[in-house]
């Protein structure tokens, strides 16, 4: 009863989702005000039927009821209560059922928080967004259907894949969603924006929050994903340029570049057309992500379904969605010239580099996911684009962008002096050059990738910490007093600056040894004395484990007692690596078992990680400065009561 509630529920929000989409589009047209404000509790409505849907699905993989394909084909009965829970977005119906979700829950949130927004741009923002939601909401009910019966319901179920019985990536999804989903918002005011012809101060700083919100979320759900490869999957990574960790990528990198191209329309009132581009092309590549994980154009063990029919579906999504707004944008975009006038030496010139470097690396991404697809599907082809070339391609883009960041924060509005605005960075130029010095001189075989990617990662840190004494009038009593939105953007920066220290050195200097260890028999790597002392099996709750005992010594003195595991799951019959870490702010010793050998001993690799966290850390920190601003009362105040300085397009050619 409570699964049919459930389905029930779903196609209730589906028509829901059809009537706002039409009857506040049409009442803004008209400019008839009731039909407008039906665009509020319809999508507030839509939501909660949503939410008592996906409600439904939970309980049904809570109480393991397997008389729902979903549940039976992704739960078993001995699967803790955690991964039973996480088993609902662990799959493909689910998953897509928590996607819409989000995306009615911030079509929610427009309606609950956006009554500052003029009534005609907030009827067509909730309108965009229900169509979205019509679209995907008609996708998983008509291709995707999470309520469907067995007709002789089994008694246990088949489990779900062992690499995602994980904490890591039982958050993984949510977050990452969070930040594809949140960029729907960013698109909704771009199309609404597009309909009614007017992009201004006030619509920039409306569509500001939403992007840092999905920005912030993406920042999380990437590093989550990234510190799960890391420990899980045995190999030592924290990157591999897989397509589906591209695909994450692409839309931050470009949420990125909206961030800050909003900054210049809010500040100036220029840049209007490319931000407009940047909002339909941020949410684009979140569909292609979709696309890409759902398709079966790549095998990976990020992807949930292999269906090309559920495929073509999500690409007209894309088509429609994309290219339609792309062709109004097409029609506007001569409508949308920019007013403010600046020189080339100026924060607005900055700013347009930094977008032109994040779109051009989005760029240079994406055309390295999808070209062995092109060339199988067009030239019968197989490629493999990998690492190296991602490496070669990307990175000079990033370099570039850490180098003139601390400068262009510094630069004034409209016309600014290079020499002026240089000069109190000397310090932190100094200063990183040092640290880049001290780098290259204590990593072993004197690194050059140690010394850039330090001296590039101080530069940030030591910029962004000289931009905020600057604006403090270098007094530390005014430093409590600024904006926190400038607190953030200094705190994001420096995040960037440490996660590019920890790139550079734990690539750099990272140690790998590969050996069959043999019971009480130690082994040096790297100074460390490591000792395997005993390998038991130990039952888990779904699993079965093979746990080595391992002790870790420096100099006749313990570091710590480590246990690798080598997992394997009866229900699923796969086995798993659950590598053993032992952290310290300096690095990580990593250790993983492996099988027992034919002469004796096991398997064993050793990585010695150095810095390895501080990837994760300068994440952290990027998130945190976005939070900070996102909690600036400027984002607060309602940009609605600020006086519009721009009129409808269609009233004055030469705008």
Known sequence: MINELGHFALILAFAVAIVQAVVPLVGAHKGWRGWMALGEPAAIAQFLLIAVSFAAITYAFVVSDFSVKLVWANSHTDKPMLYKVTGVWG???????????????????????????????????????????????????????????????????????????????????????????????????????LIEGRVDAAWARWVRPWTLAAWIFLTIGIALGSWWAYYELGWGGFWFWDPVENASFMPWLLAAALLHSAIVVEKREALKSWTILLAIMAFGFSLIGTFIVRSGVITSVHSFASDPQRGIFILAILAIFVGGALTMYAFRATSMQAKGVFSMVSRETALVINNILLAVAALVVFVGTVWPLVAEMFFGRKLSVGAPFFDQAFTPFMVILALILPVGAMMPWKRARLGRVAKPLIPAFVLALAMGGLAWSVESGNSMLALIAVFLGSWLVFGAATELWQRAARNFGRLKRLPRADWGKATAHAGLGITFIGIGLLTAGQIEDIRVAKLNEPFTVDGYQITLTKVEEVKGPNYMSSTGTMTVEKDGKLIGTMHPEKRVYPVQRMPTTEAAIHTTPLGDIYLVIGDPQQDGGYAVRTYIKPFADWIWAGAIIMSLGGLLSLSDRRYRVAAGARKSRAV?????PAE
């Open 91 to 193: 799959n493909h119906e689910g998953s897509m059922l928590l996607w819409v979700l989000i995306l009615a829950l911030f079509g929610a949130a427009a309606a609950w928080f956006g009554g500052a927004l003029p009534p005609r741009l907030r009827a067509r923002v909730l309108s965009v967004q229900a169509w979205i939601g019509v679209a995907f909401l008609g996708f998983i009910i008509f291709t995707s259907n999470p309520f469907l019966r067995l007709a002789e319901p089994p008694f246990n179920g088949e489990g779900m894949n062992p690499l995602l019985q994980d904490p890591g990536l039982a958050f993984h999804p949510p977050f990452l969603y969070l930040g594809y989903v949140g960029l729907s918002m960013a698109f909704s005011f771009a199309v609404a924006a």
């Open 648 to 652: 409808p397009a269609q009233a004055t």
